[in-house]
């Protein structure tokens, strides 16, 4: 089975500053298609999780552009360019290039 | 709109067998590239992907876990049905179900989960 980490583990941010959260597999994730079968969700406070970016760099329908994926074969990264007491969460990456699809650890963003 | 709800009971005793049930509607189960995926979440800890079922009824499972567990689906009434065995308090979580889009990528499914339902919390003790 694929093994995701993810770093940091967690991570006070400023309001107004950026953030950058790594996730890496144990194997590569880019597909026969050309593309990263990795995403990323957030799980608010006392919400299910939502989908954020998939395919590595896809934004979500309704995710604002501050939010932003990048990488490939097994080092990714999801960028927030400036944080705010909404983006208040954890935040999983997947990867979902083969079965068992297995997630990372997931990092705790909370506001300093 | 897309929906999924998980139902069932939030208390099972150990040894027990789990039976979770996922009704979803805006989709249907019969379209291609179509699935529902189980994942779960144990108090404090980090998500957990369980399985899936395909719209052509092929199932994907956890590899620990793949003895005790059986996914299956009901088209007809709109339902998939996870079923777990020989339950332990380790199995102690919130059990959510999630949509795969079924949306093709340059001639293969991708695989993201959206949306996902609100979760049910299952509590295994005696």
């Known amino acids: 089975d694929i093994v995701m980490t993810q770093s940091p583990l967690s991570l006070p941010v400023t309001p107004g500053e950026p953030a950058s959260i790594s996730c890496r597999s144990s194997?590569?994730?880019?597909?026969?298609?050309?593309?990263?079968?990795l995403d990323w969700y957030v799980q608010r406070p006392g919400q299910s999780p939502q989908l954020l970016i998939y395919?590595?760099?896809n934004r979500a329908s309704g995710v604002p552009d501050k939010f932003s994926g990048s990488g490939s074969g097994t080092d990714f990264t999801l960028k927030i360019s400036r944080v705010e007491a909404e983006d208040v969460g954890v935040y999983y990456c997947?990867?979902?290039?083969?079965?068992?699809?297995?997630f990372g650890p997931g990092t705790k963003v909370d506001i300093k | 709109q897309v929906t999924l709800r998980e139902s069932g009971p939030a208390l099972v005793k150990p040894t027990q067998t789990l039976t979770l049930t996922c009704a979803f509607s805006?989709?249907?189960?019969?379209?291609?590239?179509?699935?529902v995926n189980w994942i779960r979440q144990p108090p404090g800890k980090a998500l957990e992907w369980l399985g899936r079922?395909?719209?052509?009824?092929?199932?994907y499972y956890k590899t620990s876990l793949k003895t005790r567990l059986t996914i299956s689906k009901d088209t007809s009434k709109n339902q998939v049905v996870l079923t777990m065995t020989n339950m332990d308090p380790v199995d102690t979580a919130t059990y959510y179900c999630?949509?795969?889009?079924?949306?093709?990528?340059?001639?293969?499914?991708?695989?993201?989960?959206?949306?996902w339902g609100q979760g049910a919390l299952v509590t295994v003790s005696s």
């Open positions: 194997q590569s994730l880019l597909h026969t298609n050309g593309h990263n079968y």
């Open positions: 805006g989709f249907s189960l019969n379209t291609s590239g179509v699935c």
């Open positions: 997947i990867q979902a290039v083969q079965t068992p699809f297995t």
């Open positions: 999630a949509r795969t889009t079924g949306v093709a990528v340059a001639g293969h499914w991708g695989n993201w989960l959206d949306p």
């Open positions: 395919l590595g760099s």
């Open positions: 079922i395909d719209w052509d009824g092929d199932t």
